[in-house]
């Protein structure tokens, strides 16, 4: 028996789901695959609570969450969930290595390194697609700060007496971009990689389509396209990014 990967069939109607999954199962059994119906799950994602009820799908696998290549994606669709689980991993990472962090042994760049290589990243898989509100950019921040305290230790002041160090002297001696901006060069870059891909792949349709329809009253969640907010801290705010990421020659 040869094994798959998990594989994830999305619709936007059940009979969408339906056709897809007895397409899959035809194609799997061509290859001599087969699916395993007792670990296959559901999940549901509405912003209307009875959204769940509307179905007559026969397993009673639901879930409200699941990974999928390493990210957490939620019924509500939130960030904040996949944020803290980043930030568990890169606690743990942290943990780890904080008796080489704080080691006389090591200098100040060579810890920078471990941190950019070893913690950085675990915390940043998959940042490309977050859409953080100003409580996670916070978060973040408030995490690195934490490993930098570490890593250039306390300052000796005249008296004698020994203090932390405040989040601007830690930029000065990083000098390096903080974590939120390196989350907004990759948002960014990965925005301008999609730009590339124009009207024939649906990731590009997601990106600047406009949905149809009423949505639901309250203030509106950030959304990729908001990366123009982002070019306007660059003093880039009245270009048309999307034609420039096309225009490979510029």
């Known amino acids: 028996m040869v094994y798959a990967d998990d594989v994830i069939i999305l619709g936007g109607i059940l009979c969408t789901i339906k056709k897809n999954t007895e397409s899959y199962v035809v194609a799997s059994k061509e290859v001599g695959q087969e699916v395993n119906a007792d670990k296959t799950k559901y999940k549901v994602m509405s912003r209307y609570q009875n959204a769940e009820h509307s179905h007559n799908i026969k397993t009673d696998n639901r879930v409200e969450e699941f990974k999928y290549l390493g990210t957490t994606i939620t019924n509500q669709n939130s960030i904040q969930d996949e944020t803290k689980i980043r930030l568990k991993s890169g606690n743990a990472s942290y943990y780890s290595v904080q008796n080489l962090l704080s080691s006389n042994l090591l200098s100040k760049n060579l810890k920078i390194n471990i941190y950019k290589t070893i913690i950085l990243l675990v915390v940043l898989y998959g940042c490309e697609t977050w859409s953080l509100t100003l409580r996670e950019k916070c978060r973040v921040r408030v995490f690195e700060s934490r490993v930098l305290k570490r890593i250039f230790g306390s300052k000796s002041e005249v008296t004698g007496e020994w203090r932390k160090l405040h989040n601007e002297e830690l930029n000065n001696l990083y000098s390096s971009p903080n ?72």
């Open 179 to 250: 974590i939120a901006q390196v989350i907004k060069s990759r948002i960014m870059r990965w925005a301008g990689h999609v730009a590339q891909m124009r009207e024939r792949r649906g990731i590009y349709r997601g990106l600047v389509g406009k949905p149809e329809g009423k949505r639901p009253l309250g203030r509106h969640r950030h959304r990729r396209e908001d990366i123009k907010m982002d070019l306007q801290e660059l003093e880039c705010g009245g270009m048309d990014w999307i034609s420039l990421a096309q225009d490979r020659n510029r």
